[in-house]
């Protein structure tokens, strides 16, 4: 690892960011999905909930239980997980193949009917978050490994964060919310010299933005 700059070669010869530790499936995460721009509703409504799971655990521990989430949780069609009552609840409490927490299991049903009122409200989930892009004036001049380490959290992440709390959302602090906008899109945090950078910056630079229904 190049500890200067927060970069790891692969056994390709390729530089990548830091944090896959060059672990297969990690590395294809960071390879084919990290940073790539989202607009469909029920990867973001996926994502946002898998990180409030991983509060106080590792990504790559949700990873490896991504599929179990998918099934236990409906692929994240928010629309049928807005439907989840308590027997939902300990059936999902009896799952071993995901993360067994009452109050993150009765967070992302919460979360699906506050979805719903938000589809209603912008049309879309993807319409809501993408209006929270930051400018380029408010990102970094330069993303760095020092610059990644000293903010995770940002002033957008917090303006989000506070807003899906208001409108009822639950285990969606501004770390949260971060690593959430990294993996979406919303920002290309893909540090400087990572292989992935360009093209992440390419699909962000020929996105069309989704709008809300106004």
Same mark, same amino acid.
């Given at each position: 690892?190049?500890?200067?700059?927060?970069?790891?070669?692969?056994?390709?010869?390729?530089?990548?960011?830091? #944090?896959?530790?060059?672990?297969? %499936?990690?590395?294809?995460?960071?390879?084919?999905?990290?940073?790539?721009?989202?607009?469909? %509703?029920?990867?973001?409504?996926? =994502?946002?909930? !898998?990180?409030? /799971?991983?509060?106080?655990?590792? #990504? !790559?521990?949700? !990873?490896?239980? *991504?599929?179990?989430?998918?099934?236990?949780?409906?692929?994240?069609? /928010?629309?049928?997980?807005?439907?989840?009552?308590?027997?939902?609840?300990?059936?999902?409490?009896?799952?071993?193949?995901?993360?067994?927490?009452?109050?993150?299991?009765?967070?992302?049903?919460?979360?699906?009917?506050?979805?719903?009122?938000?589809? *209603?409200?912008?049309?879309?989930?993807?319409?809501?978050?993408?209006?929270?892009?930051?400018?380029?004036?408010?990102?970094?001049?330069?993303?760095?490994?020092?610059?990644?380490?000293?903010?995770?959290?940002?002033?957008?992440?917090?303006?989000?964060?506070? %807003? !899906? =709390?208001?409108?009822? #959302?639950? /285990?969606?602090?501004?770390?949260?919310?971060?690593?959430?906008?990294?993996?979406?899109?919303?920002?290309?945090?893909?540090?400087?010299?990572?292989?992935?950078?360009?093209?992440?910056?390419?699909?962000?630079?020929?996105?069309? *933005?989704?709008?809300?229904?106004?």
């Amino acid at each position: 690892m190049s500890e200067s700059k927060g970069l790891i070669e692969g056994s390709d010869g390729l530089w990548r960011c830091f #944090w896959h530790g060059n672990q297969d %499936d990690y590395l294809r995460y960071h390879d084919e999905e990290w940073g790539r721009p989202v607009t469909d %509703d029920f990867r973001l409504f996926e =994502k946002i909930c !898998l990180e409030g /799971f991983q509060s106080g655990l590792s #990504w !790559l521990t949700i !990873l490896r239980k *991504r599929e179990n989430f998918r099934t236990a949780f409906a692929s994240f069609d /928010f629309h049928k997980v807005a439907f989840f009552d308590e027997s939902d609840v300990n059936r999902l409490l009896e799952d071993k193949g995901i993360i067994r927490h009452r109050g993150k299991i009765e967070a992302t049903i919460n979360n699906a009917r506050r979805a719903i009122d938000m589809e *209603r409200e912008f049309g879309s989930l993807a319409a809501y978050f993408w209006s929270h892009e930051p400018e380029p004036q408010d990102r970094p001049a330069v993303v760095d490994y020092e610059t990644l380490v000293a903010n995770p959290i940002t002033p957008a992440s917090t303006r989000i964060s506070k %807003d !899906l =709390k208001k409108r009822g #959302w639950k /285990f969606v602090g501004p770390t949260t919310v971060y690593a959430f906008m990294q993996a979406m899109g919303l920002v290309n945090d893909h540090i400087e010299g990572c292989c992935c950078r360009e093209t992440v910056g390419k699909l962000r630079a020929e996105l069309v *933005r989704p709008k809300a229904d106004m």
